[in-house]
Structure formats: structure tokens, C-alpha cells
């Protein structure tokens, strides 16, 4: 009996012995060896990867970072959160937003846009054929379905305003995470914004008619940058050369996508081979067009944008103080 | 000798037909959920038939498997991990009071931590590699090894404490001798708890920040509207929690004797 419980303990510590040494081998394949002397980045997305990344997958696989003496990881993380990571230097690259930026500045958070990845804004407000909604006047008496932001709520109550609509005539309902499709098919929300290169592709993969309200063509102030490429001051100042490098293999990769839409696409898809192949083949051929659109360059950001949106943010209690918008981005890495 | 050897083999019979049921019920599950999709006709992204989520499985079996074992490695190293504490802090909570009045709050604390909101947070502390997904499976499966073990070792039988304590054996000895045996129950039923939170902790934590795994796959596969991919992706997971789950289950039925199951 005694020998025979101690036994049975000394069973259970080799099994997690054994546990450790499985896990050990099934991880070792995972780290990769070093190649000679390449500077080890870390590139934060803003959520899963997409066609707005295509030019950072286009730059690790036909070796553009290589070039520069970079070896960049691209990290996936949770939503929402490539901002912080930044700024906390743990990746020194990020993908964020104009809007996400002026945040972060107004709280003292020094973040940097070196590059607009699309020149403007390729969002706006998405609704099913059948509800009939051609301008904000026709949300009245609608459902919207979004993240639960107050921003949403501005966004839609200017355009209302604007148009001479009553905005307490929409109801506005937090669907988080749940697709547009999912949750128009089957009645719970009338409208939703959506990436037109994204969910406004997929619908005519699905053979769906979409109502599509284009933002930054509503209101010019809504025509901001989105997606941006981030960095963080500390970075800036203490390491040019790197954001330098970073950026070099960054517009090379943008640029070839813009040439080379079905070859970036195929090159996205090798890269994430997890997400929808046929919707990256058509959003590609959508946004290849767009990433430079009618810029003198890939990644140029307009001083006008910024101020505007961010005046925009101020006057409707978004940020408590108007950051300087000079300070937010900079041209100096793209020409 | 002979007739117990029978009623043994007849038990057996009896556990065989008692495991066919969820056995049929599963069947006759699947079977309604392929007829009621296509009864009603239900689009595939708003609920794909079980025969569009095997296919799914069947297309993406490479991937799968790529991700497969990027998690599964995550969900063994933290639950190596957890099982070592788990024990180890069991028995010391279990053997000392003081000991076990002070880390019990403690360890209820770390399970009311809302591990996503963290998420941000862990990637800036440990980065995006191997060790703050280790550290989340850990959080979630360390506590109900140590609890149960705890609370075992503490509720073992007191007239066998008595009867070695007359018979004059330490505090440890009888410790040894008797609680620990009598709580390899609580230890093993701690042990299944935790390998069904392994791999949903690994795929969570992989949510923080990473390149590869379960948890990336099932993002990617929702933000792109695959929702078979998606659905074969859940039917992974639950598969690979119930071959841990499993495991423990036979490797208790070695060393816990008369327990009967259901």
C-alpha cells in the first residue's frame, strides 16, 4: 500500500516529465535558425491579416526586407491592441489608424503614421439591396450593427445631420465581432460598416446586391487615412536608419502590389494560406488600384486630412485637447 | 474465483452497452443537424451541415495540422507545467494549514482574472512567444489540480489518521501512508478539469499575439467569412480535449481502483 502510493505520485511526476518533453519537441521545430546578421523586427497588424497588408507580406517573401538587412515577423494580435504594443516598443512596427493615432497623441502616447497604406478611405455603410438605404436620410427607422464605439454613433449622427435626418430614429445596436452577412441575413441589424475592399468583395462573391454609402465621398472629413503604418518617437529618434530600412522594403512591397495584383495576391494567400483565397484574388484586384490612388507616391499623407479629422475629433469631444497634427506623421520615409 | 471473473466480464458487457448510447445519440445529433440545414435550406455561412464542415476538415488537413501542433505543443507545455504546481502546491496546502490559508485566496484570485482583457498586456510583458501562452494555460488549468488535491488531502478518512497515530506514526507518515493515496481521486478528477481548459487556454492564448496555432486559424477563418473552416476548426478542438480527457480517464482507471463512471 505505502510503496504502492508513492509509486503512483512517481508516476504522476514522470507523466509531466514526459508532458515537458513532448511539448518540448513539438515546439523545437518552431524556432527557426538565425541567418546571418539580420536585424530582428516585429511588425504588429491591427487584427487578422488582410489585403490592406498585402505590401509587408510582398516585402518578407520576395526578400525586400532582406535587402535592407531585416528579418521582419508579422505578428497577429488581439484586436485593438497593436497601439499599445508599439508604444511599449515590444514590436517597433505597427498597422493602426488616423483615428486611433490622434488618440493615442491627445493621451500623450507618442506614436507616429510614417505611411498611409490606402490614400483614402475605403470605408463607409454597407445594407442589404432590399432595405432601400441610398443616403444616411434613409437610416431613419433602421437597425445599425457595430462595435458599441461612440465614434460610430458621431460618425452616423453627422451624416444624419447633414442630410437633414432625425438620428434618434436609428437604433444602434453593439453586434461585436459577428459578420456583416451573418447578422443582415438574417434580420437582426439593416445596415453596418464595412471595408469595401473586404466585406463589399465578398458580397459579390456571395452573389449579394449591397446599398453602399461611401464615407470619405458623404463628407470630406471622413475621408481619413486607414490603415496607417506606425511607429513609435522613441524608435524615430533613437534609430533612424532602422525606420529607414523598415520603410524602403515596406514601399517596395506596396509598390509591387500595386503593379503586380494577382502575383501579391498569390504571395498573400502563401503566406496565409488560412483566409478566404478567392476573396484575396478580388480585394487585391480592388485595392491594388488604391493604395497609391491619386498620389504623387505610395504612403504620402496630406497635413489637410489630418487636421481635418482631427478638428472633427475635437469639436465632438473625442480628445480633450487638439494634438499638433505636424507631430502625428511624416512623409520623411516614403520619398 | 471463477463466478468473480464472471460478473466481471458481464460488467464489462453492461459498460460496453451503457457507452453506445452517447454513441447513437451523437449520430442521431449530426443526423438532424445535416436534415434540419437542408430542410430549411440554410445558407452555409450562417450554419454550415456537418458534411460541409467534414469536407472542411478534409480540404484544410495540412494547415489544420500545421496549427494543430503549435497549440497542442502550447496546451502540453502549461499543462506540464500546472500539473507539477498543482500537485506540488496540493500537497503543501494540503499537508500545512497556514500554508493553506494564505495561497487559497490567492490562487480564487488568479481565476477571476479576465485573461482576454489582459491579453495587451501579457504581450508586452512576455512578447508574442512561447512563454506567455505557457503562463495563460497555466493560469487556467493549475487552480482545479490544486484544489481538488487540497480539498481531498483534507477530507481524507480521520479514523485512519487515528488508528496510525495510535499505532505512533508521525504526522508526515500518516500523511504519506493514508492522505495521499485516498486523495488520488480528487488529484485525478482536478487532472480532468484541467486538460479540458488546455487547449481552449492555449487557443486563447494565442489571441494575445502570434504567427500560428488554433486560435490564429479561427480568427482568420471568421474575419474571412469561412465559417465551415471555422466550425472545423471548434470540431478540432473538442477532439483534441476529449483524447487528453481521455488519457486521464485511463490512466486513473491503472491507479484509482472502484470507481464507477456514471
Known amino acids: ?335 | 474465483m471463477k463466478k468473480s471473473e464472471n460478473t466481471g466480464q458481464n460488467k464489462k458487457h453492461r459498460e460496453l452497452g451503457l457507452s453506445i448510447i452517447p454513441a447513437i445519440i451523437m449520430v442521431l445529433f449530426v443526423f438532424f443537424w445535416q436534415a434540419a440545414v437542408d430542410f430549411f435550406n440554410v445558407q452555409p455561412f450562417i450554419l454550415p451541415g456537418p458534411i460541409t464542415v467534414f469536407k472542411a476538415i478534409y480540404d484544410e488537413r495540412n494547415l489544420l495540422l500545421t496549427h494543430i501542433l503549435v497549440t497542442l505543443g502550447e496546451a502540453l507545455a502549461g499543462l506540464g507545467v500546472a500539473i507539477f504546481l498543482g500537485i506540488v502546491f496540493g500537497l503543501l496546502m494540503g499537508y500545512c494549514k497556514p500554508v493553506r490559508i494564505a495561497l487559497y485566496p490567492i490562487f480564487v484570485i488568479t481565476q477571476t482574472i479576465p485573461l482576454i482583457i489582459l491579453a495587451p498586456l501579457f504581450a508586452i510583458w512576455f512578447g508574442f512567444g512561447f512563454l506567455p501562452k505557457v503562463i495563460i494555460v497555466v493560469l487556467m488549468c493549475f487552480f482545479p489540480i490544486s484544489i481538488t488535491f487540497t480539498q481531498d488531502l483534507i477530507k481524507s478518512d480521520e479514523d485512519m489518521d487515528s488508528i496510525l497515530k495510535v499505532m505512533g506514526a508521525s504526522k508526515w507518515k500518516s500523511f504519506r501512508l493514508a492522505r495521499i493515496p485516498q486523495a488520488l481521486p480528487g488529484l485525478f478528477s482536478g487532472l480532468k478539469i484541467a486538460v479540458t481548459y488546455s487547449i481552449t487556454g492555449a487557443v486563447i492564448s494565442e489571441w494575445i499575439g502570434a504567427k500560428q496555432g488554433l486560435g490564429i486559424y479561427m480568427t482568420r477563418a471568421m474575419t474571412s467569412f469561412k465559417t465551415a473552416v471555422l466550425f472545423a476548426d471548434v470540431f478540432i478542438i473538442i477532439v483534441l480535449s476529449l483524447v487528453l480527457y481521455k488519457l486521464v480517464e485511463l490512466i486513473e482507471k491503472r491507479f484509482v481502483k472502484r470507481i464507477d463512471y456514471v
Open chain 1, 1 to 335: 500500500m505505502t510503496n504502492n502510493s508513492i509509486n503512483k505520485l512517481k508516476y504522476i511526476f514522470l507523466i509531466t516529465i514526459m508532458i515537458f518533453g513532448i511539448a518540448a519537441c513539438t515546439t523545437q521545430p518552431l524556432q527557426e535558425p538565425q541567418p546571418e546578421a539580420l536585424k530582428k523586427v516585429t511588425a504588429v497588424l491591427d487584427w487578422t491579416p488582410n489585403t490592406n497588408h498585402t505590401g509587408l507580406y510582398v516585402a518578407k517573401d520576395k526578400g525586400f526586407f532582406k535587402e535592407q538587412g531585416l528579418e521582419v515577423e508579422i505578428i497577429q494580435p488581439s484586436e485593438g491592441t497593436s497601439d499599445t504594443i508599439v508604444a511599449s516598443g515590444k514590436a517597433q512596427f505597427g498597422i493602426s489608424y488616423q483615428e486611433s493615432v490622434t488618440y493615442a497623441r491627445a493621451a500623450d502616447i507618442p506614436l507616429i503614421s510614417i505611411a498611409a497604406v490606402i490614400q483614402h478611405n475605403t470605408s463607409g455603410f454597407a445594407s442589404l439591396k432590399e432595405k432601400n438605404i441610398l443616403t444616411p436620410k434613409d437610416f431613419e427607422g433602421k437597425v445599425y450593427g457595430g462595435w458599441g464605439s461612440e465614434m460610430e454613433e458621431a460618425t452616423i449622427r453627422y451624416l444624419m445631420e447633414q442630410a437633414g435626418a432625425d438620428f434618434s430614429k436609428v437604433t444602434i445596436m453593439t453586434t461585436g465581432d459577428a459578420d456583416f452577412f451573418q447578422t443582415s441575413a438574417t434580420g437582426q441589424i439593416d445596415f453596418a460598416w464595412i471595408f469595401e475592399g473586404w466585406a463589399g468583395i465578398e458580397a459579390k462573391q456571395k452573389g449579394m446586391e449591397l446599398n453602399y454609402i461611401d464615407l470619405g465621398k458623404e463628407a470630406p472629413v471622413f475621408d481619413y487615412y486607414t490603415p496607417v503604418i506606425i511607429t513609435n518617437e522613441t524608435i524615430l529618434k533613437e534609430d533612424k536608419a532602422l525606420v529607414e530600412a523598415f520603410m524602403k522594403g515596406v514601399k517596395k512591397g506596396y509598390e509591387y502590389a500595386i503593379k503586380n495584383p494577382e502575383e501579391a495576391a498569390d504571395i498573400l494567400i502563401k503566406e496565409v494560406p488560412e483566409i478566404n483565397q478567392e476573396l484575396v484574388r478580388e480585394s487585391q484586384k480592388f485595392l491594388s488600384d488604391r493604395y497609391q490612388d491619386d498620389a504623387a507616391t505610395w504612403g504620402v499623407q496630406k497635413e489637410e486630412v489630418w487636421q481635418r479629422y482631427t478638428d472633427w475629433m475635437f469639436a465632438n469631444g473625442f480628445i480633450d485637447k487638439k494634438i499638433d497634427v505636424t507631430k502625428a506623421f511624416t512623409n520623411e520615409f516614403i520619398d
